[in-house]
């Protein structure tokens, strides 16, 4: 093999797959603590429902910190902010494991947060830095591929650790990853360089960050009676009130921290419009599946992480099919139908029942998997079709600024759907009549979707298509 092909062969393979190590790390995470909800808020001492705030808030903290990653990565180089990304992610696990009530584990959420803000956007950055744009889609499939892993490892993990051990090692098993992460990056990962950064917005990042941050705060609290009305409102309305005048500010700076001129590119403003409110009922969905399994049909978490867990194996299967289906449809054609399926596939859980077969339900959650898998690849992948290089990080900036806020909202809607049917039933408990209406609440949101998708001109990604290529795995979330 010469040095030139050896090159070609770690640019294409080996890069993403270091990378996808931050991707598993986090994406375990979130499945792990979703499957692990009702023991940690019964160990806690507060309610499930509460126990949202340990969702959101690491959910709020990747979108205040997101802005920031594509500067940082351009200003002191995307190994080192990869590296260190890692490294506070793994800090804040630590903390996570060691808390002793709500309010740390919230605190250490947070830390875990600002990990993750960096260590995501920035391995995509690296690769997509070192791809060229007609490699993209085969590329984002070697980093997602393995990523995907720990949806599926998750809640089956989780649920077996919270049953039999100590759920506070639900954290601290990310520790050997990160170590094995942050070795493999010094060793293989290319230090990039970028010339003429730009400034760094620091008023954007004042506005922004503590914008977001009030308003989804504020609207999280509702109804938890964490705080006063009066509280809430002020921060619900500054926050909305920071977030107007960002956008006044954006559009009048040359480099805002998060460049909302990008919505002018019309494939990247569809998939972040369209990918956002699909992607509150995927949000929604690890949220509420644990909850209604366990304390509605009375599973043990490890009963319920074997069921939740063929969502993953769903959205696995899929990678070794969405090319192949891009190639045959398009874009716009996926995107469209596909929507519809998968808010079908998100609304079925309001017909399982504690006496329907196991195999039965299995087989739903993992067919609603392979449909939002298609769904997200699709989305990920014709985002940036029209997106030039020199725009590249700001672009993976705002689109993940958008995923994490959809799903805060999709478990902010999810938690107030359960609260307004048990006010509107009278029962101070969470039963299993207490979850229909709201998984047909947030499949409605996701279906609406397609109003932006049918919106898209019917050669859009084009570029990235291979008409006449066989089944390799695409792009995925």
Not at 147 to 153: H, I, K, R, S, T
Not at 185 to 213: E, H, N, Q, Y
Not at 339 to 347: I, K, M
Request: proline share 6%.
């Amino acid at each position: 093999m010469t040095r030139e092909s050896a090159r070609a062969l770690i640019r294409a393979r080996i890069l993403p797959l270091i990378v996808a190590t931050a991707l598993f790390m986090e994406n375990l995470d979130s499945t792990v603590i979703a499957t692990s909800l009702p023991r940690i808020a019964q160990d806690l001492g507060t309610s499930p429902i509460h126990l949202k705030l340990a969702l959101t808030s690491y959910l709020l903290a990747l979108a205040i910190f997101i802005p920031a990653s594509g500067w940082m990565a351009d200003r002191f180089g995307p190994r080192t902010i990869f590296r260190l990304a890692i490294i506070i992610f793994a800090a804040g696990s630590i903390s996570c494991g060691a808390s002793h009530g709500l309010t740390w584990l919230v605190i250490s959420r947070v830390v875990q947060g600002m990990g993750g803000s960096m260590m995501v956007p920035v391995g995509r950055l690296i690769v997509l830095r070192t791809t060229p744009k007609a490699g993209f889609v085969n590329a984002l499939a070697w980093l997602t591929v393995p990523a995907l892993v720990g949806p599926v490892m998750g809640p089956p993990l989780g649920g077996f650790i919270t049953t039999y051990f100590d759920w506070r090692w639900i954290f601290w098993i990310n520790i050997p990853i990160a170590v094995l992460g942050v070795a493999l990056a010094t060793a293989f990962i290319p230090k990039i360089t970028t010339d003429g950064v730009r400034s760094f917005d620091f008023l954007g990042f004042a506005m922004v960050g503590p914008g977001l941050a009030a308003f989804l705060t504020g609207v999280t609290m509702a109804g938890l009676g964490l705080a006063s009305a009066g509280v809430m409102a002020t921060l619900i309305v500054g926050g909305l009130l920071l977030v107007v005048l960002y956008v006044r500010h954006a559009l009048r700076v040359e480099a805002p921290l998060v460049d909302l001129r990008l919505l002018a590119i019309p494939t990247f403003r569809l998939a972040a419009l369209g990918g956002t409110l699909f992607r509150v009922g995927g949000g929604a969905l690890p949220f509420l599946l644990p909850l209604m399994f366990q304390l509605g049909f009375g599973l043990t978490p490890f009963q319920s992480g074997m069921m939740t867990f063929a969502t993953g194996v769903g959205a696995i299967t899929m990678k070794f099919m969405a090319q192949r289906l891009l190639n045959r449809f398009g874009f716009r054609n996926i995107l469209l139908w596909n929507a519809v399926l998968g808010a079908l596939f998100l609304a079925a859980p309001a017909g399982f029942t504690a006496t329907m077969p196991y195999l039965l339900m299995v087989g739903t959650l993992f067919m609603g998997g392979i449909f939002r898998s298609l769904q997200f690849t699709s989305i990920n992948a014709v985002a940036y079709c029209e997106v030039p290089q020199e725009r590249l990080s700001s672009a993976t900036s705002f689109n993940a600024v958008l995923q994490q806020l959809s799903s805060s909202i999709g478990i902010t809607v999810a938690a107030f759907g359960l609260e307004s049917v048990q006010a509107y039933s009278g029962s101070t408990e969470i039963t299993a009549a207490t979850f229909p209406p709201v998984f047909l609440l947030v499949a409605a949101i996701s279906f609406s979707s397609i109003i932006w998708f049918s919106k898209l001109a019917p050669d859009a990604g084009g570029d990235l298509l291979q008409r006449h290529a066989g089944p390799k795995p695409a792009a995925a979330e």
